[in-house]
């Protein structure tokens, strides 16, 4: 038998061979051409990272398949893992009401949520209502999502997602982005820039915020709680579970904000609904107006204790209620 | 930032090099050590809002009035433009044309203007078909001036339809179309793809007629236009001039509008045709390898039609208004900012592929007669100064060159190919002898007028177009054409270009000096 398999593989690898042998024989352009002496060759251009293209994503038959894929299989993923209870979606009825008035798709606008797993993307996607949903792209890290051609292709089909540089501000993630929002699309994006490394959140970035005052569009705070506990940073398989989508009430920046006071405010609207879900709507309202909402960065201090009042501030939430375990016998 | 134009010398790494062969490519391996190839330079941006520099061109002309200050109500206003020889391929859509004459319209719509025509300044060409003229035009501007009788093809060959406006202090008559000359402004829109376009040349040929053409259409001027791209050395330039200024002084106020376009010629997935050999990527090859074996493969009519599809993706790079000369000055400088680089020293031999198109075969064949003039009329003038190849130097061109014409655009070139060549090649003894002949024949003149022929005339300014090259050059070889069709203009077959290098050799001798001419894309030598 093994006889037999070294000999299958060693066919294998001479018609290899051969095939390698005859291409090679028929030179250019079968093969890759050879540089003359004392020229200089440019680099090659980039495909991925930044530089990916997503223009394709957004044409109607990619859309279409999209909203089949975001349907039907990704709704059918989320349902099973994170089993969502979407709150607040009222909150965007004022905005909703202006596309049923002129008759038109709705008005963009930029959807902020904290971030914690890799479920939260999908999990949006699946929750963001419907008028915006069919006209949405995702912010995603150009450094995760777009290292390679097939990582890139899957995110920008299934999820819609748009590259964006996390290290350093990037002009053409930027000039993308707006020109996107100014053609009416929608936008999601984890200000956060990434996944929490220990389960509470980061400090908002200014993105979501420069790009609303840019392009005056609202920015809709939204609290995602329970998705750490499924797939939370370091987890390879996701622990199927509950979680909790609440919706805010859209922000529009005044005329005294920058992006950076902008920012504090969406960061702060978040954590307020962060309040929201793991108590009531008054009671996160009356410490809103105190400013005693818990911060979404957790307590300053560091080691176990943070890791202790995590599991506090999880058992509270979405995550405490867990799924019972579905155990076979012994 | 685009990069320059770039002279390679080639040595034994160089990859084989792509030569066009009509609608098909040929890879080639040149001489180590004693050829070189000029890859031209990359296309320039584009401008970012072309409408906006159209309004601009309109409202802040070079030495002219703003464009609304000319307009008044009941006037008569002639829009005339470039036909379907300009650009090549053709543009993607909106066209150059298209977006000028709409910007021209809005103002005469605002200044109360009602008597606009708009005529197709095609002189001896073949007219423009309904699709053309939409392509051209837009849609909007056809179907709002075409069914009134208010957008058409010029028609030289009509008399009533012709104003003689005098002669040239050298006897040059000037007679261009009647509606353009007795209008209270003519406004030409025209795209400068190469040095020669635009200025006088613009209304002196493209709404001429032949009695005009035919003073520098002949063999002697275009034997002393070394070469047709350089206006300083070129007659054919002076001729135009000459006649502008009798233009000018017959009272014809024209509003010239020019513009000039990069040279991003090939869509994907044909942009590798463009590139340098060795910064092909895996995809390029690729794209290379299945086009040219489906091409192989593919009947000639299908291979026509689909390179004939290709739409160019190149764009406006500048745009000028005003006053002809003034603004063909600015024009020419921005072509040579595209076009222009500098090569050193002659060569023995020069190369190039003729491609599926020149501005005589738009939606039609390549016949012998213009794969004649593709090669020594245009791509052997692509020069300033001296030519690429010495005097007495061979050009090896590769084209397929079939026996084969377009029976509706090119009636004439039929008989001038049968009944001149096969008397005789010699452009003088040709002018002389047959010329007025086919000139003044009715059927041609009727198929010109009627159908979508090209003037009778038409296949002897051809001829004449390469007559410098054959005065020049010591021996004209064509790769892998018809022997019969070669041999019928009076240049040499080979069937592979070592066979060509061959027969070139009692010419130029063992050890000849090559260039090979990577284009198009379009360039312009200023060889040194």
Redesign the interface.
Known sequence: MSERVDRAVHAVRGGGDRVRTAVARR????R????????E??P?KKHTGVDFETDWARKPAARAARSFIVAGPLKGMVKAVADPEIVGVDRLADLRDVAEDTDGPPPPVIFAANHASHVDAPLMLTSIPRPWRSRLVVGAGADYFFTTRLTGTVSALALGAIPIDRTRVNRRSADLLSSLIDEGWSLLIFPEGGRSPDGWGQPFRGGAAFLSIRCGVPVVPVHLDGTGAILGRGAKWPKPGRSKVTFGAPLLPTGDDDARRFGERIERAVAELGDEAISDWWSARQRAAAGTTPSLTGPGYHGWRRAWALTEQRARGKAGQRRRQQRTWP | MPRPGFVLDVDRSTPPTLFWHGEGFRLEKLPAGRSRVIYPPEPLAAIKDIDAAIRHALLHPIDSDPLPALLFPGMKLTIAFDDISLPLPPMRRPDVRQRVIEAVLELAADAGVDDVHLIAALALHRRMTEAELRHAVGDRVYDAFAPRGMLYNHDAEDPDAMAYLGATPHGEEVEISKRAAESDLLVYVNINLVAMDGGWKSTATGLASYRSLRHHHNVHTMQHSKSFMDQERSALHSSNWRMGKVIRDAGVKIFQIESTLNTDTFPSPFDFLSKREWEWSARDRASFIATAGSLKRTPPRIARKIFHGIRAPHQMTSVQAGEVEAVHRLTTANVYRQQLMTVEGQTDILTFGIPFICPYNVNSVMNPILVMVTGLGYFFNLYRGKPLVREGGVVIMTHPTPWEFHPVHHPSYIDFFEQVLSETTDPSVIEETWEKQFAEDEWYRHLYRTSYAYHGVHPFYMWYWGAHAMQHLGRIIIVGGDPKAVRRLGFVPASSLDDAFELATDVVGRHPTITHLHTPPLVLTDVT
């Open positions: 030179g250019f352009p079968w890759a051409p050879t540089a003359p002496r004392g020229v060759v440019p090659k």
